[in-house]
């Protein structure tokens, strides 16, 4: 059977999503895997903003629920985290029990990531230093690779045969 894969990231908001989309896709039958990327979903027209964001939302869950595992691009997005989105697509997927593989993780801990003195970031918030690279939350649920997408790949094959 070939492990289907949800691709989570911020990849749906570079500058030609669904060209790198088909890249990640190919990069996973390459693997032996079958990527399922959030711009596969067919929207229909809404009657306005919200509607049409509730839709991709349904839309982007019935794919996690179909893949047997995630795939997440975990880089720093528009700051020193990742994407909100991304990170609630990691927790429903722990949640609902599949493996998630977080890629693009750096090879520090986070203290190290954030601009800090004495443990707090420049107003004052308190960097957590757990010696892990990502928010504990992230590095305690799921497999987590420093390097790019192939690489995670690389490493899945390795642990799925």
């Given at each position: 059977m070939t492990l289907r894969l949800y691709l989570a990231g911020p990849d749906v908001f570079r500058p030609q999503p669904a060209?790198?989309?088909?890249?990640?896709?190919?990069?996973?039958?390459?693997?032996?895997?079958?990527?399922?990327?959030?711009?596969?979903?067919?929207?229909?027209?809404?009657?306005?903003?919200?509607?049409?964001?509730?839709?991709?939302?349904?839309?982007?869950?019935?794919?996690?629920?179909?893949?047997?595992?995630?795939?997440?691009?975990?880089?720093?997005f528009r700051g020193h985290e990742p994407d909100s989105g991304t990170c609630f697509e990691i927790g429903y997927a722990i949640a609902r029990g599949k493996d998630v593989w977080c890629y693009h993780v750096p090879a520090v801990p986070l203290i190290a990531q954030v601009p800090n003195t004495d443990g707090s970031d420049v107003?004052?918030?308190?960097?957590?230093?757990?010696?892990?690279?990502?928010?504990?939350?992230?590095?305690?649920?799921?497999?987590?690779?420093?390097?790019?997408?192939?690489?995670c790949l690389e490493r899945m094959r390795a642990h799925y045969g």
């Open positions: 060209a790198h989309g088909e890249a990640l896709k190919a990069l996973c039958a390459a693997f032996g895997f079958t990527g399922l990327y959030p711009l596969d979903n067919t929207i229909a027209p809404q009657a306005d903003g919200p509607s049409t964001a509730a839709e991709i939302y349904r839309q982007n869950v019935a794919l996690i629920d179909s893949a047997n595992a995630v795939m997440a691009n975990v880089a720093d107003d004052g918030w308190a960097v957590e230093d757990f010696g892990l690279p990502r928010n504990l939350m992230i590095a305690c649920s799921s497999r987590l690779v420093v390097g790019d997408a192939r690489a």
